[in-house]
């Protein structure tokens, strides 16, 4: 009984978290631009660099001014004039690249228009490899791909951000990259990633589900 009531429980909270992972993406990628342009500011940067950043900042100050009492009509054209903005920098390099592929990827999943998301973010983790917004980037992508469930690639950029280091939300994604795999059929593949999760943070909040999941499958294979 007591195995029962905590699959229960997992389950529950696993599907919350499921339902979940939209806003998590917004509100990641909010933290990120500001982080990014902290460093910016702490740092020399080229003068192309300096233009292409003014250029973005306004790019995204004209998007969000007081757009609280718009109508989804007028967001919606803010949208659409900001990725014609865009579309000059998101074929750039570096950080302006990184940055403008960033944007345009959160502005497109707004628009629930995941394919050109996943492409976006797969864009910016690409151009910044060995950088702290890759993970990101590829956690990003995930979230989009599973809301085409194109389960494959939400799986493989799961995994990118699970196994990058000094990713802040690593444990958020190793438990999704396992409750990926489960979705996908794949209770071997999904094992092996909650006890990675669990091996590695033992009293984190995604190991204790991870900890639920694993005691449902074995209940399962029982």
């Known amino acids: 009984m007591e195995n029962n009531e905590k699959v229960s429980v997992s389950e529950k909270v696993a599907s919350k978290i499921t339902a979940g992972k939209t806003i998590l993406v917004a509100v990641l990628v909010a933290a990120v631009v500001v982080i990014a342009g902290f460093a910016i500011c702490s740092t020399v940067v080229s003068k192309g660099n300096k233009k292409g950043l003014t250029a973005l900042d306004s790019i995204s100050y004209t998007l969000t001014k007081d757009s609280a009492g718009l109508s989804e009509n007028d967001l919606e054209a803010r949208r659409q004039n900001a990725m014609t903005s ?15 592929n960033m944007l345009a990827g959160e502005i497109t999943y707004s628009q629930k228009n995941y394919e050109s998301a996943s492409s976006y973010w797969e864009k910016a983790a690409n151009k910044a490899k060995n950088t702290y917004t890759a993970p990101l980037c590829w956690y990003n992508a995930a979230v989009a791909y599973e809301d085409m469930n194109n389960l494959d690639k939400a799986e493989s950029c799961y995994e990118k951000a699970a196994n990058a280091k000094d990713f802040v939300q690593v444990t958020h ?8 795999r489960e979705a996908k059929g794949d209770k071997e ?32 294979a029982n």
């Open 86 to 100: 865009l579309a000059a920098y998101t074929k750039k390099s570096g950080v302006v690249g990184v940055r403008a």
């Open 173 to 180: 994604a190793k438990f999704s990259l396992g409750r990926v």
């Open 189 to 220: 593949g999904a094992v092996k990633a909650y006890k990675d999760l669990t091996d590695s943070s033992s009293n984190d909040s995604f190991a204790n589900l991870a900890k639920s999941r694993l005691i449902a499958l074995e209940s399962e």
